[in-house]
C-alpha cells in the first residue's frame, strides 16, 4: 500500500493549488480517504475526508469554505483543490486512506504547501 502526494509549492497569500494524491496497493474505490497536515511544530491534523462513493464525511472549520476534496476512482486518485490560501495553511499535505489497519499504516512523503508573499 502507497500513497503519493504532489503538487504542492510556494504560493502567495490569496492564491490556489491543487493537490493530488495516487493510491496503489489496494483497490482504490473501495475506502475513504483523507487528507492531513502538519504544520510547524503541530500535530498531524485531518483536514478533509471522502468515502469512496464520493461523499464527504468531513472537513476542518478552517478550510470549511476554501477547500474542496475530490477524487477519481477510475484514476485511483484524490484531489484537493485549495482555493484563497492563507500563511496558516502552509504545512505538509499528505493523503491516506481513513482505514489504518494492517499494510494501511504507512505515510507518504507528503507535499509542501508554503503560503508567504
Known amino acids: 500500500v502507497q500513497f503519493v502526494e504532489s503538487g504542492g509549492g510556494l504560493v502567495q497569500p490569496g492564491g490556489s493549488l491543487r493537490l493530488t494524491c495516487v493510491g496503489s496497493?489496494?483497490?482504490?474505490?473501495?475506502?475513504?480517504m483523507n487528507w492531513y497536515r502538519q504544520a510547524p511544530g503541530k500535530e498531524r491534523e485531518l483536514v478533509t475526508s471522502?468515502?469512496?462513493?464520493?461523499?464527504?464525511?468531513y472537513i476542518a472549520d478552517s478550510v470549511k469554505d476554501r477547500f474542496n476534496i475530490s477524487r477519481d476512482n477510475a484514476k485511483n486518485t484524490m484531489y484537493l483543490q485549495m482555493r484563497s490560501l492563507k500563511p496558516e495553511d502552509t504545512a505538509v499535505y499528505y493523503c491516506?486512506?481513513?482505514?489504518?489497519?494492517?499494510?494501511?499504516?504507512?505515510w507518504g512523503q507528503g507535499t509542501q504547501v508554503t503560503v508567504s508573499s
Open positions: 491516506k486512506t481513513a482505514y489504518s489497519g494492517p499494510d494501511f499504516n504507512s
Open positions: 471522502m468515502t469512496g462513493r464520493n461523499e464527504l464525511t
Open positions: 496497493g489496494f483497490i482504490f474505490s473501495e475506502y475513504s
